[in-house]
């Protein structure tokens, strides 16, 4: 598969090359088009037979975002085209699946904006670094889907409940918090990204590859501390121990506070079918490895592809911008457990 719209070059070192990805798709915050999601797994599958090839780095183009997800705009346009949509989501998927299966460094250099897919084309590999100028969010509950791309998996591996408060919520986080939740293991400043390519091109990675990349990463690494949401863990632990969404809302309303209510009238924005399949999947993706989260996603994506939401979120939200998206049903009091139930059924292998 061949596309200007993601690039790959290989960057001569020592004792092996690092094979480089660039996604080139800046004015479009580098958002994954079918065909990238296809030549990222291709040239994945060869680079991991190559032995000339000891890692490689995965970085964005145009300084704004490394990558802003999938291209969910194409997929409102072609909404007609349902099997056309749901190859997307296949081709996107099997690409995660060999992001997390490949056995040499992966590392990532989260330049800007990572939401969505651009999670699930840098978290699923080894290393994740990340410039002051990162941040990230799972938006999807505000457009009518849930957090797929195996975020079930990584949000489960959050301390406490945050990855149920991100995955439901869809707030946006920075650097500080991202490396607090593991989310992100390395902070290394914009300027100095371009030396830590040069340190890894230069090393030979001699016993365990992965922890000698861990231990260049390091000494670049840059300490942080200060946490914008780790003040809120016990609050966010106490709320999201809870049996259901509407019940999860109830302790928000009784905390009283400023912040609480701020969190009330956000989760009161998100589709409600969103909110209750998204608290469902992460429940359910707690107890499965990788591989079978991503099928799980598989089965939801194409439930959501039948319904009224996500593409009534993505036309208010990202096409007309009004803001104002028509919920079906409007309120979460009025789903009915059974057509929760129905969006996990098997809708066929990945």
């Known amino acids: 598969m061949i596309t200007d719209d993601i690039q ?3 960057l001569p070192g020592r004792k092996g090359d690092i094979g480089e990805i660039r996604l080139n798709r800046p004015k479009a915050l580098n958002a ?3 065909d990238m999601c296809v030549a990222l797994r291709e040239q994945l599958l060869q680079w991991q037979q190559d032995a000339t090839i000891k890692a490689v780095i995965i970085a964005g183009e145009g300084g704004r975002a490394f990558c802003a997800g999938g291209d969910v705009r194409a997929l409102y346009q072609n909404r007609t085209h349902i099997a056309e949509i749901i190859d997307f989501f296949r081709q996107e998927y099997r690409m995660n699946k060999t992001i997390f299966h490949f056995t040499k460094p992966y590392i990532s250099l989260l330049d800007g904006i990572t939401m969505g897919g651009g999670a699930g084309v840098s978290i699923h590999g080894s290393h994740r670094v990340a410039s002051e100028f990162f941040s990230f969010a799972m938006p999807e509950t ?3 889907f849930f957090p797929d791309i195996g975020a079930g998996y990584f949000l489960n591996q959050c301390p ?3 990855g149920y408060y991100l995955g439901l919520t869809g707030v946006t986080i920075k650097i500080s918090d991202a490396v607090a939740l593991g989310l992100v293991n390395h902070f ?8 830590l390519v040069r340190a890894l091109c230069e090393a030979d990675f001699l016993g365990d590859p992965m922890k000698h990349v861990s231990a260049i990463i390091a000494q670049h ?4 501390s200060a946490t914008d949401l780790m003040p809120h863990a016990a609050h966010i632990e106490c709320c999201f121990t809870a049996s259901n969404v509407q019940a999860i809302i109830k302790n928000f309303q009784s905390l009283g ?3 609480s ?14 909110l209750a399949v998204t608290f469902q999947y992460l429940q359910r993706a707690a107890t499965l490895n990788f591989d079978e989260v991503m099928q799980m996603n598989f089965n939801l994506a194409q439930a959501f592809m039948q319904r009224h939401d996500f593409f009534e979120g993505v036309r208010a939200v990202l096409m007309d911008k009004d803001q104002a998206p028509q919920w079906e049903p409007k309120s979460i009091e009025h789903l009915q457990e059974q057509e929760i139930e129905r969006y996990f059924e098997n809708a066929g292998p990945l």
Do not use: C, T
């Open 261 to 274: 209510k701020e969190i009330v009238a956000l989760l009161s924005k998100r589709s409600p079918s969103s």
């Open 257 to 259: 506070n400023d912040w």
């Open 188 to 195: 290394v400043e914009r300027a100095k990204q371009p030396a």
């Open 221 to 224: 690494h840059f300490e942080i």
């Open 160 to 162: 406490g409940k945050m």
């Open 142 to 144: 505000a457009i009518g």
């Open 8 to 10: 790959f070059n290989v």
């Open 32 to 34: 994954l088009s079918l």
